[in-house]
C-alpha cells in the first residue's frame, strides 16, 4: 500500500477523533458558560508570558493544545455567548451556523468569480434574496426580479458603508465632470461633502477619511434621530458655500441608543437632490422580518443601499454582513477591475453580472459565507427567528420595568428593541463609579455610552440563551452595587 495513502487514512482518522471531541468541547463551554466570569480577570500583556517566544520546531501533541485552551486562552476570553453579557450589542450565535462555517472552512473556496466556485456564488445571491424578501425589500432591490439590484455579504456593516461612500463619489465626480469637463477629479473631490447623525457609528466618519471626503454630522433630535428639516438646512448652506452634497448614511438603531432616523422624511429629499441614501441598519435590521416592526423600515425604497448584519441578532456567526444595492451598476462600475485570469467563459452570460461579487467589495478573495445562512432559514425558518428577534425584546421590556421600578434610576431613551439606557439618578461620576463596580465584579457586563452629554449605562441583551432569570439576577447585582456605592460617606 502506498505510504502516503495511509497516511491520510491516519490522518482522516485523527480528524474524525478530535473532530467529535471539540464538538463535545464546544457544547460543554456553551451548555456551562454562565458558570465563568463573563468578563476576564487578566492584564494587558498576560498572554505573552504563557506561551514560547517561538513557535515549536517538532509537531507538539494535539492533547497539549488543547489543555493551552483552556491554561492560556481562556482566562483572557470576554464570553460574548454568556447570558450574563450585556454589553455592546448582540453577536449572534447558533450550532445551525457554526456547523455551516465548519463545512465552509472543509470546503475551502475562494469565491472571487462564478468559476471559481459557481455554488459560493450562486448560494450568497440566492440567499439575500431569501432575507431581502424576509425583510419585504422593495422588488428593484432583488436580483431575481426584473430589478437592477441585488445582494452581496459584506464582512461588516463598515465595509458596507464604504463601499457605498465609494461608490456614491465615483458616481457623483462623473456626474460632475459630465457638465463640467473642465473639472479634474481632484478639484471635485475638494467640493463634495457627505452627512451622517452625531449618532452614527464611528465607522462612518471613518469611511470619510478612508474615502478622502469631507463629512458633516447632523445634529439629532430629543430622540436621538435626524429630522429632515436639520439636513435639508446643512445642505443649503453648503451649496451655497460652493460644496457638492452628494451622500447620506442614515442609521436605523443607532449604537448608544438605537434611535432611528426618519428616513421616510429624508428620504425623498435626498433623491430630489440627487445624493446616495445609504441605510445603515446593523443591528436593529434584524427585527424587520418581524411585521411589527416592519414599519421602522419604511422609507427604504428612497435608498440607494441597505445594510445589516444577520451577525449581531438573525443566529448568524461572525462574519456575515447583507448589503443590498438598488443599482448594482453604480458599485460595479465604481470597482470593476478584470484582469486576464479572473475571466472565464460564462462571465458575459445573461445573469453573470449579478454572479461577480469580487466587484461589490473591498478583498477579492471570499468565504462561502452564505453557507451559514442557508443553514440558519432552513433548521429555524422564519417564524423561529422571529421568535427569537420577540423574546430578546420582551426580555429588554423585563429589564426597563425593573428600572422603572426603582425610583433611584432612569431610563433615558425609548426602548424599542432589545437595548435598555439607563442611569442613576445623579452626576456622571456617580454613574462612572457605578459601572467601574459593575466590570470589576465580572458577574455581569455593560458598556456606557453618552446622551444629551450624560454619562449612560446600555444594557443590551445579547446572548440566544438568556433568560428572564438572568434578567432578574443581572438587576439584582446592579441594586447591591449601587447600594453600597450610595453607602459611602461621598455620596
Not at 465580572?442 to 440566544?464: D, K, M, T, W, Y
Request: proline share 4%.
Amino acid at each position: 500500500m502506498d505510504g502516503s495513502f495511509f497516511q491520510v487514512k491516519v490522518l482522516n482518522t485523527e480528524f474524525r477523533r478530535r473532530g467529535k471531541e471539540m464538538v463535545d468541547y464546544v457544547a460543554d463551554y456553551l451548555e456551562n458558560i454562565e458558570k465563568r466570569l463573563v468578563y476576564p480577570d487578566v492584564e494587558p500583556g498576560y498572554l505573552r508570558s504563557l506561551i514560547p517566544t517561538e513557535a515549536p520546531l517538532e509537531p507538539e501533541s494535539y492533547e497539549d493544545v488543547i489543555k493551552d485552551v483552556e491554561r492560556v486562552i481562556m482566562p483572557g476570553i470576554t464570553h460574548w455567548h454568556s447570558p450574563y453579557f450585556f454589553a455592546y450589542f448582540s453577536a449572534a450565535s447558533s450550532y445551525p451556523a457554526m456547523l455551516a462555517d465548519m463545512l465552509c472552512g472543509a470546503l475551502g473556496c475562494i469565491g472571487f468569480s462564478w468559476a471559481a466556485s459557481p455554488a459560493c456564488t450562486e448560494l450568497e445571491t440566492v440567499m439575500l434574496d431569501w432575507l431581502g424578501k424576509m425583510l419585504q425589500l422593495p422588488e428593484c432591490f432583488i436580483a431575481g426580479t426584473h430589478g437592477s439590484g441585488g445582494g452581496v455579504i459584506q464582512g461588516t456593516a463598515s465595509e458596507a458603508t464604504l463601499m457605498s461612500l465609494l461608490a456614491a463619489r465615483c458616481k457623483a465626480i462623473r456626474r460632475v465632470q459630465a457638465t463640467n469637463s473642465n473639472y479634474s477629479e481632484s478639484d471635485v473631490l475638494g467640493k463634495l461633502v457627505a452627512y451622517t447623525s452625531e449618532q452614527a457609528h464611528s465607522s462612518v466618519e471613518r469611511a470619510a477619511l478612508i474615502g478622502g471626503v469631507m463629512m458633516k454630522q447632523v445634529p439629532a433630535d430629543n430622540s436621538y434621530a435626524v429630522r429632515v428639516d436639520m439636513l435639508k438646512k446643512m445642505m443649503e448652506e453648503d451649496k451655497a458655500a460652493g460644496l457638492i452634497p452628494f451622500y447620506f448614511c442614515a442609521t436605523l438603531g443607532t449604537t448608544p441608543s438605537c434611535a432611528f432616523d426618519r428616513i421616510v422624511e429624508l428620504g425623498p429629499l435626498c433623491n430630489e437632490e440627487n445624493i446616495w441614501m445609504h441605510i445603515d441598519a446593523a443591528y436593529a435590521g434584524s427585527a424587520f422580518i418581524c411585521p411589527e416592526f416592519r414599519p421602522l423600515l419604511n422609507g427604504v425604497e428612497f435608498a440607494d443601499s441597505f445594510n445589516f448584519n444577520p451577525h449581531k441578532w438573525l443566529l448568524v456567526n461572525f462574519d456575515c454582513s447583507a448589503m443590498w444595492v438598488k443599482k448594482r451598476t453604480d458599485i460595479i462600475g465604481a470597482f470593476k477591475m478584470e484582469p486576464l485570469y479572473l475571466k472565464h467563459e460564462n462571465q458575459e452570460s445573461g445573469r453573470s453580472i449579478t454572479f461577480t461579487h469580487t466587484h461589490w467589495q473591498i478583498p477579492l478573495g471570499r468565504r462561502f459565507r452564505s453557507l451559514k445562512l442557508w443553514f440558519v432559514f432552513r433548521l429555524y425558518g422564519l417564524q423561529g427567528l422571529q421568535a427569537h428577534i420577540r423574546k430578546q425584546v420582551a426580555l429588554a421590556k423585563v429589564f426597563e420595568s425593573l428600572v422603572r421600578a426603582d425610583k433611584r434610576f432612569e431610563i433615558c431613551a425609548e426602548v424599542i428593541m432589545g437595548l435598555v439606557c439607563f442611569r442613576l439618578k445623579g452626576s456622571n461620576e456617580l454613574n462612572q463609579n457605578l459601572l467601574k463596580r459593575i466590570t470589576d465584579s465580572r458577574e455581569i457586563h455593560l458598556v456606557p455610552c453618552q446622551l444629551s452629554g450624560r454619562f449612560v449605562l446600555r444594557f443590551a441583551i445579547c446572548a440566544r440563551t438568556t433568560e428572564s432569570s438572568h434578567i432578574q439576577q443581572a438587576w439584582r447585582h446592579i441594586t447591591q452595587l449601587t447600594f453600597e456605592l450610595l453607602q459611602e460617606p461621598s455620596h
